[in-house]
T-cell receptor, first 118, second 111 residues
Framework: DAGVIQSPRHEVTEMGQEVTLRCKPI?????LFWYRQTMMRGLELLIY????????DSGMPEDRFSAKMPNASFSTLKIQPSEPRDSAVYFC????????????????FGPGTRLTVL | GEDVEQSLFLSVREGDSSVINCTYT??????LYWYKQEPGAGLQLLTY?????DMKQDQRLTVLLNKKDKHLSLRIADTQTGDSAIYFC???????????FGTGTRLQVFP
């Protein structure tokens, strides 16, 4: 398997522009997580999905952020409008169903998208 | 909620052992994890320990868990320059799928 795939790997945009980050989880994984990593705040969970349904979005910073998972193999994280403080590395991770995995919560991370908002 | 803390930096000489420590507040995690992040990459699962175990050894890695003190440690034997990375401990928030990560410890290995 190719692992979790994220695109783009790098994104530079100007304040006010819309940004869309994309993620393809590992085939067969039913949980998908979006994280943000910054020097100041470390690794923060933004939102996660089980079976394409958002379960917990309490980490989403504000209404400018939205995430969707239209099917089991694709998810997007959108920021509109973007601000300089959104600059960070955004990671997507996926995990197997608990029973099959035997060890619940083992998450496999993508390589991340480095976002710079000027 | 869960709070997970780690020291920020550790510097060791190549060939020595490294010990990275982690403390947590929520004792309900079924599993506790160690992840490694190399520069410019995502997090990679290194090892994990079931909460009813005290120790787990996996080649050069030894995980120790002290549930009473809520303390987790990762020992890397014969540390190599390729071990230089950021190491995160993580635990599950009770009754959720959420992993709570520590602040990360940057391990630097010098020759």
């Amino acid at each position: 398997d190719a692992g979790v795939i994220q695109s783009p790997r790098h994104e530079v945009t100007e304040m006010g522009q819309e940004v869309t980050l994309r993620c393809k989880p590992i085939s067969g994984h039913n949980s998908l997580f979006w994280y943000r990593q910054t020097m100041m705040r470390g690794l923060e969970l933004l939102i996660y999905f089980n079976n394409n349904v958002p379960i917990d979005d309490s980490g989403m910073p504000e209404d400018r952020f939205s995430a969707k998972m239209p099917n089991a193999s694709f998810s997007t994280l959108k920021i509109q409008p973007s601000e300089p403080r959104d600059s960070a590395v955004y990671f997507c991770a996926s995990s197997l169903p608990a029973l099959r995995q035997g060890r619940k919560d083992t998450q496999y991370f993508g390589p991340g998208t480095r976002l710079t908002v000027l | 909620g869960e709070d997970v803390e780690q020291s920020l930096f550790l510097s060791v000489r190549e060939g020595d052992s490294s010990v990275i420590n982690c403390t947590y507040t929520d004792s309900s995690s079924t599993y506790l994890y160690w992840y490694k992040q190399e520069p410019g990459a995502g997090l990679q699962l290194l090892t994990y320990i079931f909460s009813n175990m005290d120790m787990k050894q996996d080649q050069r890695l030894t995980v120790l868990l002290n549930k009473k003190d809520k303390h987790l440690s990762l020992r890397i034997a014969d540390t190599q320059t390729g071990d230089s990375a950021i190491y995160f401990c993580a635990g599950t928030l009770y009754n959720t799928d959420k992993l709570i990560f520590g602040t990360g410890t940057r391990l630097q290995v010098f020759p």
